[in-house]
């Protein structure tokens, strides 16, 4: 008898049935929030009784969410690729050497997975007002990569367990110089693992805010911060238009990903391999 045979009938079919329930009830608020984008009036109702695009035109033309899109851009630019490089010397680190403490480093580098953004925001002001510094883009940038980086140091260390080191022995062996070995045989066979730690960085920095809303000011906010002090003031599904356009640019490239590189490889969740 196999073991498909013996699960209850039951169960085959409920386990499915509370998969679809599970994903129905996740996905629900992004149906609400999609289909209220496009009520006509200026209040935030649901179901909408008339349909308009007039809070997209309002989400793209809002001065403050432009200079809040440019600042997010400045951010995530320098912070998804100031991650990338320090996060794949150090998963490179940590892969092929064995040092004292190293056990301690990667706890504190994975740190920020398991703390409250809100907290490593807060204690960085606070370091910030002790020193005297300006809050400018630098800031926002350092407080950014704090909070990428494991996801960086996930993605390329998982290419490097993938990672055939034979390869790089036999370039070794003719005569390739290490720099020269790491550029031609390292880098590109770790290209799906570093392109797959790049965009998840630049998706969680673009879209971070809890920790954004302790260290940036009034020049350097970035677009959530900008959207949170749109609701302070007003009520109208301009925010919901935004937030539409952001699950579907994230869906998008994330699809992207996926099919060109595969996110199960990456994030070592596919047994295939």
């Known amino acids: 008898m196999t073991i498909r045979n013996s699960v209850p009938l039951w169960m085959r079919l409920g386990a499915p049935l509370l998969v679809a329930l599970i994903l129905a009830f996740i996905l629900l608020p992004v149906v609400v929030v999609t289909l209220a984008s496009f009520n006509d009036k200026a209040l935030l109702t649901f179901p909408p009784q008339s349909w308009s695009w007039r809070w997209f035109e309002r989400a793209f033309t809002y001065p403050d969410f432009q200079d809040g899109f440019r600042a997010s851009l400045v951010v995530t630019l320098w912070a998804s690729l100031l991650a990338l490089a320090i996060g794949t010397a150090l998963a490179i680190a940590v892969k092929r050497f064995d040092f004292p403490g190293k056990h301690a480093l990667q706890a504190v580098?994975?740190?920020?997975?398991?703390?409250?953004?809100?907290?490593?925001?807060?204690?960085?002001?606070?370091?910030?007002?002790?020193?005297?510094?300006?809050?400018g883009y630098a800031i926002v940038i350092l407080c950014h990569v704090m909070l990428v980086l494991p996801f960086v140091l996930r993605s390329v260390y998982v290419s490097m367990e993938n990672l055939d080191a034979r390869l790089e022995q036999s370039a070794a062996s003719l005569g390739a110089s290490p720099l020269r070995v790491l550029f031609t045989i390292t880098v590109p066979l770790l290209a799906p693992g570093l392109f797959g730690g790049w965009l998840f960085a630049a998706i969680m920095s673009f879209s971070e805010f809890t920790a954004s809303l302790f260290v940036t000011t009034q020049s350097t906010q970035t677009l959530p911060v900008s959207m949170y002090n749109y609701v302070r003031e007003f009520a109208d599904p301009t925010l919901a238009a935004l937030s539409v356009v952001y699950i579907a640019v994230t869906a998008c490239l994330l699809a992207f990903a996926n099919y060109f590189l595969g996110l199960g490889r990456i994030l070592n969740i596919d047994e295939s391999r």
């Open 109 to 135: 580098l994975l740190s920020p997975l398991v703390i409250p953004h809100f907290t490593l925001g807060l204690g960085l002001l606070i370091l910030v007002a002790q020193l005297n510094l300006d809050r």
